[in-house]
């Protein structure tokens, strides 16, 4: 009983339930960092008493827990207990700041500029509908942006939850920015990206970001050229993904892709005055318009880094910290992006919903505890990536990556 009064309490102290959202995230920081403190035979228990307190919050990942059973094991030494404490200790500092953040602050500023995008669209469209070379470019400039604003920094936020406290409207935004607007089907949207790529950042065979790779086209077409038929590509990946699904499942997103699309298409032919081939090419070059710092963003904080084999990895704190890479700041990259996906990644993977604002508003206390705990807080410019992977892209795209043993960690 000592072992489960333990664990209870220090559940319900350090993970207050304060959004959904943020309560999900720190839901699964405790089980990766109690689990290798849990007696095997208490797991179950901890787990229902935890999920008594937050029973209307989304199920913790198969993956999440199937991790947990690998870590189930006692504590060897004094050193590795202290260890154990360092994520916990990291979440309540920026828990702290989210508890004293204003809604504006935590949702309100990402939500505005995702408002903004919606707003700019028909001005866009009229600009299109110009004679005038100068106002059609500056309406297909426009209505490049706007999508990219609304396709990455819109699926990837409303991916995590991140747009809304409220669950129903947390999925009612995933459908919306995933289906609607990315032509992608948001149930193996958010299994790949959240409940692999971040459940399993780096690690061989699960979120490795291998999927990212392309190895038969060379380097100058994969960095330069395929990027730019992502428009093309992504629906129909998105239909191939369709295989197995309910039907509900499968139904809602041919309609919702196809509404997107459709959508699009109709607004360039009739508020645009657009003819079908004009419209078609159009939309290619607004939504191909930021597919080239798209595909390299996803590859150049992941890539190259340790990874780590499924049987030996690093607690978490370790692998996000030695596994995921900041980029520095970026105007355009920031707005359109959002700092989750650029220069505040490392926080981002440590706290997957934050929004991007509250990202930046923790990337100081972030950075300093790493530093001071001496953990790896790793940054470098985009040029000097895309310089690494022109010059190594045989090894970091092509073959396979080698894997990292972090010694008295693992």
């Known amino acids: 009983m000592g072992h489960i009064n333990k664990v209870y309490c220090l559940k319900v102290t350090v993970f207050p339930a304060q959004s959904q959202s943020f309560f999900r995230e720190l839901e699964f920081c405790a089980f990766?960092?109690?689990?290798?403190?849990?007696?095997?035979?208490?797991?179950?228990?901890?787990?229902?008493?935890?999920?008594?307190?937050?029973?209307?919050?989304?199920?913790?990942?198969?993956?999440?827990?199937?991790?947990?059973?690998?870590?189930?094991?006692?504590?060897?030494?004094?050193?590795?207990?202290?260890?154990?404490?360092?994520?916990?200790?990291?979440?309540?500092?920026?828990?702290?700041?989210?508890?004293?953040?204003?809604?504006?602050?935590?949702?309100?500023?990402?939500?505005?500029?995702?408002?903004?995008?919606?707003?700019?669209l028909p001005a866009a469209f009229l600009l299109l509908g110009s004679s005038q070379v100068v106002w059609f470019a500056l309406g297909l400039l426009v209505m490049g942006v706007a999508h990219a604003v609304i396709t990455v920094k819109g699926t990837h936020l409303s991916s995590h939850g991140a747009l809304s406290e409220s669950a129903v409207w947390g999925q009612f935004?995933?459908?919306?920015?995933?289906?609607?607007?990315?032509?992608?089907?948001?149930?193996?949207?958010?299994?790949?990206?959240?409940?692999?790529?971040?459940?399993?950042?780096?690690?061989?065979?699960?979120?490795?970001?291998?999927?990212?790779?392309?190895?038969?086209?060379?380097?100058?077409?994969?960095?330069?050229?395929?990027?730019?038929?992502?428009?093309?590509?992504?629906?129909?990946?998105?239909?191939?993904?369709?295989?197995?699904?309910?039907?509900?499942?499968?139904?809602?997103?041919?309609?919702?892709?196809?509404?997107?699309?459709?959508?699009?298409?109709?607004?360039?032919?009739?508020?645009?005055?657009?003819?079908?081939?004009p419209a078609l090419l159009v939309m290619l070059l607004s939504r191909a318009m930021f597919s080239l710092p798209y595909i390299h963003v996803n590859i150049f904080q992941h890539i190259g880094l340790p990874m780590f084999s499924p049987n030996?990895?690093?607690?978490?704190?370790?692998?996000?910290?030695?596994?995921v890479l900041n980029l520095p700041r970026n105007p355009l990259?920031?707005?359109?992006?959002?700092?989750?996906?650029?220069?505040?990644h490392v926080e981002h993977h440590l706290f997957p919903s934050l929004s991007d604002n509250m990202c930046l508003k923790v990337k100081p206390i972030v950075s300093r505890y790493l530093k001071e705990k001496s953990l790896p807080y790793q940054e470098d410019s985009y040029l000097s990536r895309l310089s690494l992977f022109f010059h190594k892209y045989q090894e970091l795209m092509v073959c396979a990556p080698p894997i990292t043993e972090l010694v008295g960690v693992q």
């Open 32 to 120: 990766i960092y109690l689990g290798s403190d849990i007696h095997p035979s208490l797991a179950g228990i901890t787990i229902t008493l935890f999920h008594q307190v937050s029973s209307s919050m989304q199920k913790v990942p198969e993956e999440w827990t199937e991790r947990e059973r690998e870590m189930e094991q006692p504590v060897r030494s004094g050193g590795e207990e202290d260890r154990e404490t360092l994520m916990m200790e990291l979440t309540r500092l920026v828990q702290k700041t989210v508890k004293e953040s204003s809604w504006w602050e935590r949702r309100g500023i990402d939500c505005s500029i995702l408002a903004m995008a919606f707003i700019s």
């Open 173 to 277: 935004w995933a459908v919306f920015f995933i289906e609607v607007c990315g032509s992608f089907t948001a149930r193996a949207g958010v299994k790949a990206h959240v409940k692999m790529h971040h459940a399993h950042t780096n690690v061989i065979g699960l979120g490795d970001s291998s999927t990212w790779k392309v190895p038969f086209l060379p380097r100058i077409m994969y960095l330069f050229v395929a990027p730019l038929t992502v428009p093309i590509i992504t629906p129909i990946v998105a239909m191939g993904q369709l295989k197995g699904q309910p039907l509900w499942a499968v139904v809602r997103t041919v309609v919702c892709v196809s509404l997107g699309v459709y959508s699009q298409y109709i607004l360039l032919r009739c508020v645009s005055g657009l003819e079908c081939g």
């Open 312 to 323: 030996r990895r690093p607690k978490r704190i370790y692998q996000m910290s030695h596994g």
């Open 333 to 344: 990259l920031d707005w359109t992006f959002g700092h989750s996906l650029i220069n505040c």
